[in-house]
């Protein structure tokens, strides 16, 4: 037997459901009161996240347990205090501190890691031989992964006139580029008729109970 | 005949409904192919030993579920058939809810896996790249205790699990930022452990390229289409295998949209010129 | 003053994160290691001052009542009542100030705040980029026209990977003998992805990856500080 | 003959007996924390007793495999401390005993990360050369874009038939470089329209994108002389709501029928129906983002589409700005370098030479 809450809730979601699917038609009053619902949900499930998944855990009891063994935590609290100042325009200016932090550590990392697996690796990754493959399909797809790469690297090479002979690997990096837009455009429709799949399997299973 | 483009779009919004609505109400049962990059996904976690302890992060929230919880279940069932333990983590925070619940889905049919020595849920973390790099030097200065407020210390099946590097692997469900690409640049690359993971079909073909033989990713799942071939190779008869024959109706009626269109285009660009 | 003490922090804690992934020896990963914890801790703090300013546009909207306040209005409240929900009976496994709600577990199948997240958070959140399924479907139909050679490759692989990915593709070619298995459309789109694919998009990963490392740089010398906001 | 053999074998015998050894050394290059037991027996021995421990007599975890060779790294060791180890080895009913001890030592560099402390430098200096060169004045050169050639275009299309342009900054805030890069463009663009007196639309998402916008466009107004016709009311705020925002949008396309649209900026999943409204609408379009996965919408309907760093070439080439220049320089420098290792590299493995791979990697041994 399913409770009044369950039956409930699965109206409840119904309605919604249907209200943001009320859009198509033309933008409502269901789908805005929605969309607002939504937004305000959202930024409390954040804040009560934020508050039960890191402040407790990390901060709170931590230095509930052992303060004077974890003093040094005062400082990103003290650091996180300054960042709330950003609400006020007068005390904006002390945000800046751990704002600075923030972003300088960000950059650092980013840094190293973006260098590491976005370039030396993908370098590192197309340093093959392609006549080492083993089937002729693979000889060929891997002689293509190897003047595609270039010749997309090429493409986005603004210090050069691509005239004549210089025009050649650009647009070669083009077709390339395209082919891979073509793909994305193919995965991109096909996530999103899985979502629509998802809602109308909701629709159609837990709400009306059509589906066995 | 002339039709407004608003009609237009409703009745092509409406051909759509139906296109989707019907095979979910009449399955049909097509089988489909099974890619390479799915197959390494699957043969890094058989391959994984007995007991080892492994890491699945929930980097989604319920706007992508459809394509990646059932992703989410059919792992945690792989790892469950082959004895590993699994420490569910998110840094998306709608995660933890998405981990829960693919937990007690998958655990209906392994009643005898219990909390804390087969499976843990550690929770949200925020900070994305940099919460992983202070994971690969320590976990229990990240994640002190659990959901539930179990210090990490007396959760058993964390005893010697210090760092990422004594993880058997990481899979990384991942819809955006953070997720999978920061795993993979931290986790694989920066600390060594190999990492697979599954994302939404928008983002696969730009994962594609860390599937190299650095071994940057270890397979790839890409949207529902790759969930569904998990399932088949784990044996599952699972939600994504389910949704397949909707998923190719709509794509050939998305080809025969194009087709029109383009038809229609043609036509009409024959009539200015004429 | 207000802006170069700040410059020189980020500077300070770029240059630390640089030296502690090439030097092994102490102090610097431990340096790093606690400024990792910090860095979690003050983003813990970010994150709580972004709902704040939504809460606090939002009650502006109201007060001024202008266009559309109602909506807000409404946004407001059901804001209010899941984080008073979370703050007295908790989420999942943690419990609030009043405990994790029994009764209401009993009642509800669950705490309160995880139900508003099941039965409303849930569906409004699936539903938003569903819709996308139907704008998708009426571009294909009036703006994928394809125009030049460019955009012909384009479509050409994007509809060999529209039918690879599905049972169809299996099907419609799945009669062809082992020795022409590559023209078998789910390997072809599978070669696609694996090979052109591939290229094009490492192409794109390094030249944006070499855009980070850029602006890393520029942020840790403090060439690039728009981040500090204010004053130009 | 036989004895020959027998000698022999009591040889070889002895010479692998003698060969059994326990070994412990430092892991070189690394932070001090673990060390390297190297073994070797005679044979494959029946059990193998092991105890670690540091200088106060600190047990610590370790077991090896059966084996008859092998090494085994014991992590998380304090650095800088002396460690032995002593092993019981058990041949049948023979029984041996080994010892071996180390000290950790912590190094000041990670040896396998020279390659990419090189490589990381070569481009950092880069940048920080031509930021410096383009600040002092130096102009460096930047190919055409072919996505601009649009604007005279536009332009013209718009005068010519009295029909304003649409310039969507996109839906990033003003924290987002792709937004920064799409007003500079904009800036440009209003400039031109003044100087041709046609109407410029610019809708905004956020408020901060809003008086920064105004800010562009009025100046742009300004130094085409031409501050009179500058209309604050047609740069204005649409909403915060993402589909809203691009709802709001679609009514415009539909309401005034821009003669062009310019949709430059961070696009999200929304990418597609400005591209399709306006598409149908029939204005010429002009798209720019580096958001990769909504490009291929932009691509198939629009006439134009500056893609990924494109947006930022694009930038640089009209604001001649000397801190972009310069970083497009340093970037391109970075394109060329990954061009010509790339190149050598594979060359090199079709001779069979996989040195410069395996540097790069940091595998070199």
């Known amino acids: 037997m399913t409770s009044f809450f369950t039956t409930f809730g ?4 119904a309605l919604f459901t249907i209200s943001i699917f009320s859009f198509l038609y033309k933008d409502n009053p269901l789908y805005k009161f929605s969309e607002q619902v939504f937004v305000g949900l959202s930024a409390a499930y954040w804040l009560v996240n934020i508050i039960y998944s890191i402040m407790i855990p990390n901060l709170f009891s931590k230095l509930i347990g052992d303060f004077s063994g974890n003093l040094i935590l005062l400082i990103p609290a003290a650091l996180g205090l300054m960042m709330l100042m950003r609400i006020h325009p007068a005390t904006q200016w002390i945000s800046r501190y751990p704002i600075a932090i923030m972003i300088g550590t960000t950059a650092g990392i980013s840094m190293l890691r973006y260098m590491k697996s976005d370039i030396l690796n993908q370098v590192t990754a197309t340093m093959i031989n392609p006549f080492a493959a083993s089937s002729t399909g693979a000889v060929i797809g891997n002689i293509l992964l190897i003047i595609g790469t270039l010749c997309g690297v090429y493409f986005f090479y603004f210090s050069k006139k691509q005239e004549g002979f210089f025009a050649v690997p650009s647009k070669i990096g083009i077709w390339f580029l395209m082919i891979s837009f073509g793909a994305t455009f193919g995965y991109t429709v096909m996530a999103r008729i899985s979502l629509l799949i998802g809602r109308l399997e909701f629709l159609l299973g837990n709400w009306l109970h059509l589906i066995k | 005949m002339k039709i407004s483009s608003s009609t237009e779009r409703k009745i092509i919004y409406s051909v759509l409904f139906i296109a989707v609505a019907l095979p979910l109400l009449f399955p049909i049962g097509w089988k489909t192919d099974v890619s390479g990059y799915t197959r390494m996904a699957y043969d890094l976690i058989e391959e994984s030993p007995d007991e080892s302890v492994v890491l699945i992060s929930f980097d989604y929230d319920p706007s992508t579920m459809t394509e990646i919880q059932p992703m989410a279940e059919a792992q945690i069932e792989h790892a469950f058939k082959r004895n590993q333990r699994v420490i569910a983590t998110a840094l998306w925070p709608m995660g933890v809810q998405m981990a829960e619940q693919a937990f007690s889905s998958v655990i209906k049919n392994y009643p005898d896996k219990q909390y804390g020595i087969d499976y843990v849920n550690l929770g949200y973390k925020v900070g994305g790249m940099v919460t992983i790099q202070a994971m690969g030097r320590n976990l229990s200065e990240v994640y002190p205790a659990d959901q539930g407020g179990t210090p990490y210390a007396e959760l058993p099946m ?117 | 003053m207000k802006r170069s003490f700040p410059l020189v922090f980020a500077f300070i804690v770029g240059f630390l994160v640089l030296l502690a992934e090439f030097i092994p020896h102490r102090p610097f990963n431990d340096l790093i290691s606690t400024l990792e914890n910090w860095f979690m801790i003050i ?70 705040f995880d139900y508003l997240f099941t039965y409303a958070y849930m569906p409004l959140s699936a539903t938003v980029f569903s819709l996308l399924a139907f704008f998708i479907a009426s571009a294909a139909y009036r703006a994928f026209i394809i ?26 070619t799945g009669w062809l003998p082992e020795s022409l298995r590559f023209w078998h459309i789910p390997n072809l789109a599978d070669f696609i992805m694996e090979y052109p694919n591939t290229a094009a998009q490492r192409a794109i990963m390094i030249s944006a990856g070499l855009g980070i490392v850029g602006s890393s740089l520029r942020i840790i010398l403090g060439i690039e500080r728009s981040y500090l906001g204010g004053d130009k | 003959m036989k004895q020959i053999w027998l000698v022999l074998f009591i040889i070889f015998f002895v010479y692998a007996l003698s060969a059994q050894s326990l070994l412990l050394k430092d892991v070189p290059w690394d932070d001090g924390k673990a060390l390297e037991l190297h073994w070797q027996f005679p044979a494959v021995p029946d059990s193998i007793q092991l105890s670690m421990s540091d200088r106060m007599g600190n047990p610590i975890d370790l077991s090896i495999p059966l084996s008859q060779s092998g090494m085994q790294v014991v992590r998380d060791l304090d650095p800088g401390q002396e460690y032995q180890i002593q092993a019981t080895i058990s041949f049948g009913d023979q029984q041996t005993s080994l010892t071996a001890s180390s000290k950790t030592k912590e190094q000041w560099f990670y040896m396998h990360k020279m390659a990419f402390l090189i490589l990381l430098l070569l481009i950092c200096l880069a940048i920080i050369y031509y930021i410096t060169a383009a600040r002092h004045g130096k102009d460096f050169f930047i190919r055409r874009i072919s996505g601009l050639d649009s604007m005279e275009e536009a332009i013209g299309r718009a005068t010519e038939k009295g029909k304003p342009i649409l310039f969507v900054p996109g839906i990033g805030d003003l924290d987002d470089i792709q937004t920064i890069a799409s007003l500079t463009i904009l800036s440009h663009l209003a400039q031109r329209s003044a100087e041709y007196n046609t109407e410029l639309i610019v809708p905004c998402r956020f408020s901060m994108v809003l008086s920064a916008a105004r800010e562009v466009v009025k100046e742009a107004f300004m130094k085409a002389g031409r501050l009179d016709a500058y209309k604050p009311d047609n740069v204005f705020y649409l909403t915060d709501d993402q589909f809203g925002y691009v709802a709001g949008i679609d009514g415009i396309m539909l309401r005034e029928q821009p003669a062009a ?78 061009i010509l290792l790339i190149i050598a590299g594979v060359i090199l493995e079709i001779a069979g030479m996989s040195n410069l791979k395996d540097f790069i990697a940091g595998a070199l041994k």
């Open chain 4, 261 to 338: 649209n310019f949709f430059l900026g961070s696009f999200y999943a929304e990418s597609l129906i400005l591209a399709e409204t306006g598409f149908s609408t029939g204005a010429i379009q002009t798209a720019g983002t580096a958001q990769a996965h909504q490009l291929p919408f932009f691509v198939v309907s629009c006439d134009y589409t500056l893609i990924g760093e494109e947006l930022f070439a694009a930038s640089a080439y009209l604001s001649r700005d000397p801190q972009q220049l310069g970083s497009l320089k340093g970037h391109d420098f970075g394109k060329l370098m990954v």
């Open chain 3, 43 to 112: 983003s813990g703090f970010a994150i709580l001052l972004g709902q704040i300013s939504l809460i606090r546009v939002n009650s502006q909207i109201i007060a001024h009542k202008e266009e559309n306040w109602q909506y807000h209005l409404a946004g407001m409240i059901s804001f209010a009542l899941m984080l008073i929900f979370g703050l007295l009976w908790g989420m999942r496994e943690a419990p609030g100030l009043l405990g994790s709600g029994e009764s209401f577990v009993n009642q509800m199948g669950m705490k309160p």
């Open chain 2, 158 to 274: 964390l005893k010697g699990i210090n760092r990422l590097k004594d993880l058997a692997w990481i899979s990384s469900l991942s819809s955006g930022t953070p997720g999978l690409k920061e795993w993979v640049m931290v986790a694989g690359d920066s600390y060594g452990v190999p990492v697979t993971g599954g994302c939404t079909a928008i983002s696969a073909p730009g994962f594609f390229p860390y599937v190299n033989e650095q071994r940057q990713l270890y397979g790839l799942l890409g949207g529902l289409k790759a969930a569904s071939e998990y399932e088949g190779l784990i044996d599952r008869i699972g939600p994504a295998t389910m949704k397949m024959d909707a998923q190719s109706i709509a794509h050939l009626l998305i080809l025969i949209f194009i087709a029109i269109g383009n038809v229609k285009a043609y036509v009409s660009r024959r009539r200015v010129a004429q």
């Open chain 3, 147 to 172: 125009r030049g050679f460019e955009s012909n490759l384009l479509m050409i692989t994007a509809v060999i990977v529209i039918i690879g990915r599905t049972s169809i593709g299996s099907m419609l």
């Open chain 1, 10 to 13: 699965i109206w409840l979601s």
